[in-house]
T-cell receptor, first 110, second 117 residues
């Protein structure tokens, strides 16, 4: 069956360290993958999109990698701050719709 | 740019009543809008895809007669939950596909928390 998996447990990171979140998928061949941030009681906010032919994408303190062989994307936040605490969702395209992971809750401790 | 609003942000209603939720793209024209439902600590579940001027496409298991979607203009889509029941209580979020892009980047509204008593 088709699945998208993200770390189900909350990730606790010390402020200033790099946070790394994982998104694994099976039985998909997405042309691109997206990462969103969602704060409690709010809609998701788009962060980054990476295409299948891109290995890495950066935006300020954010970095996303996409390994289509491993069927995995990694999302990194460098120099993490308490304000980065949120749930991060990955989503990949399938027939021009977005299929969502359940998200990983990231907690940055001061 | 690419701001999507939703109204209301919260609604509490009695069982059996109908509730309408509006989704507006404020600074762009959205030919396609999406309606999602999200239960606590779960992923977004796509309910339907709404194209302006045509009937919405519902996902399997979503009752089209219960969740009425109207996409009357390029900036407005509405979701009406008819004869709401407590099990319909959830967080409903709309999104609009970003304009002038091949990719399915979506901009989300802030969501509507529906509580059915």
């Amino acid at each position: 069956s088709q699945k998208i998996e993200q770390n189900s447990e909350a990730l606790n990171i010390q402020e200033g360290k790099t946070a790394t979140l994982t998104c694994n998928y099976t039985n998909y061949s997405p042309a691109y993958l997206q990462w969103y941030r969602q704060d409690p009681g709010r809609g998701p906010v788009f962060l980054l999109l990476i295409r299948e032919n891109e290995k890495e994408k950066r935006k300020e303190r954010l970095k996303v990698t996409f390994d289509t062989t491993l069927k995995q994307s990694l999302f990194h936040i460098t120099a993490s701050q308490p304000a980065d605490s949120a749930t991060y969702l990955c989503a990949l395209d399938s027939n021009y719709q977005l299929i969502w992971g359940a998200g990983t809750k990231l907690i940055i401790k001061p | 740019g690419a701001v999507v609003s939703q109204h209301p942000s919260r609604v509490i209603c009695k069982s059996g009543t109908s509730v309408k939720i509006e989704c507006r793209s404020l600074d762009f024209q959205a030919t396609t809008m999406f309606w999602y439902r999200q239960f606590p600590k779960q992923s977004l579940m796509l309910m339907a895809t709404s194209n302006e001027g045509s009937k919405a496409t519902y996902e399997q298991g979503v009752e089209k007669d219960k969740f009425l979607i109207n996409h009357a203009s390029l900036t407005l889509s509405t979701l009406t939950v008819t004869s709401a029941h407590p099990e319909d209580s959830s967080f409903y979020i709309c999104s609009a596909r970003a304009p002038r892009t091949f990719y399915n980047e979506q901009f989300f509204g802030p969501g509507t928390r529906l509580t059915v008593l």
